[in-house]
């Protein structure tokens, strides 16, 4: 099974209530600076750009983490283990999306992991800009890199 969450950036109005949502569960409290997604607005505002972790297959992040503090779970999600975590940061500088921050309280990285399997922001999204997509993939099969993890979002 491999699950992610679909941007319809046509639907995005910028609100911002998926930060909050996201923002709340994380550190109980309302601020989008501390979402695991970032909502870019583009040209003069024109049109919203939300960005969350593209759950990659071939997720960098798991690659260059010298504790091996980054693993996938039983449900594909990409997650990091917070006991493994040493801060270094070198899994947000190499994210090729920018979807990996550092805690400012324990400095340790945090990321979307789908809420295990129920994203709030998704939830809370009032227009449907995001969509909880869960595929069944073929045994032995896995999605190309390419259609999942996206440099230029």
Known sequence: MKSFIHIHFDKCTGCGICQLAC???LFKGYNPRL???VIENKTENLYHLP?????CENA???TVCPVEAIHRNDEGIVCID???CIGCGTC???C???MIFLNPETRKAYKCELCQGDPLCVA???TGALELVRKELPRGESFPAKEICKEDV
Not at 51 to 55: F, G
């Open 82 to 84: 917070q006991d493994r």
């Open 124 to 126: 809370a999204c009032p």
């Open 35 to 37: 979402a695991r997604l």
């Open 92 to 94: 947000v500088r190499y």
């Open 51 to 55: 960005r969350v972790c593209n759950q």
């Open 60 to 62: 960098y992040c798991m």
């Open 23 to 25: 923002s709340f569960d």
């Open 96 to 98: 090729p999306i920018g």
